[in-house]
């Protein structure tokens, strides 16, 4: 299976897999919990999906030369260390899975296909004011939608809309970092930075510190 493992400072790495057949001994070091979680999905496409970010996260661990401590999904469908140490964010989509880790900061993590549809769904996700400044192009509407996902990956919790409560700041299509906040909510103005990266037909994006 192909990696890219990126080491983005001493206390954070993220790892991209491109998802392939994988042995089912490759899953040797996941938890007795993950593997029974593992076992209770029936869609193939659905398993190797979730099995390949569990090697992401791995992979990126590795990196970092942190044993893997497992991890279980909480209340609201976020992964947290079973060990109660460093954070985690995954995202899988048809082909690919990739996962963040860092040792003290809550993270984000998306990847998204850039398809043009996604232009017919903007007023079901963008306020007024950032379906004023984007163009009307797939690759920034897929970052736009791609940075809210992380911001929302790594606040974590449920009950958040996209359109109404992550407001994100004017960025252009060659944008590396793109800014957001949470607002109208408990975790009110809380700012967010995300990093983009816009691949062939991917964005990849990630929040940073
Ligand atoms: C939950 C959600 C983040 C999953 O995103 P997705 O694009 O379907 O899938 P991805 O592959 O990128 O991410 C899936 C991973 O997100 C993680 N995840 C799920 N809920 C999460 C949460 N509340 N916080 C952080 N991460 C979460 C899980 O690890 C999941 O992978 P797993 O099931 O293998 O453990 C997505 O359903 C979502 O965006 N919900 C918000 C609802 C919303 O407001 N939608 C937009 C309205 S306009």
New binding site residues.
Partial sequence: MQTKIEKIDSSSAFAIKIIESYDIHDLDFLSFREKLAYANISHLEKRQE?AS?RLAIAAALKELQIPYPGFF?DE????QSMSGNGFV?????QGFAAAIYHREIPVGI?MDFIREKILRIGF??LDESELSFLEKDPIHYTMAWSAK?SI??CQ???G????DNILLEPFDLNAKVIKGKIRGTDFADHHYQVRSIVENNTVLTYTIW
């Fill in positions: 979730w970010s999904k609201h469908g976020k992964s964010s995954l995202t899988h989509t998306d079901r996700f996902e929302f990956k974590g919790k449920k958040i809309s996209f359109r």
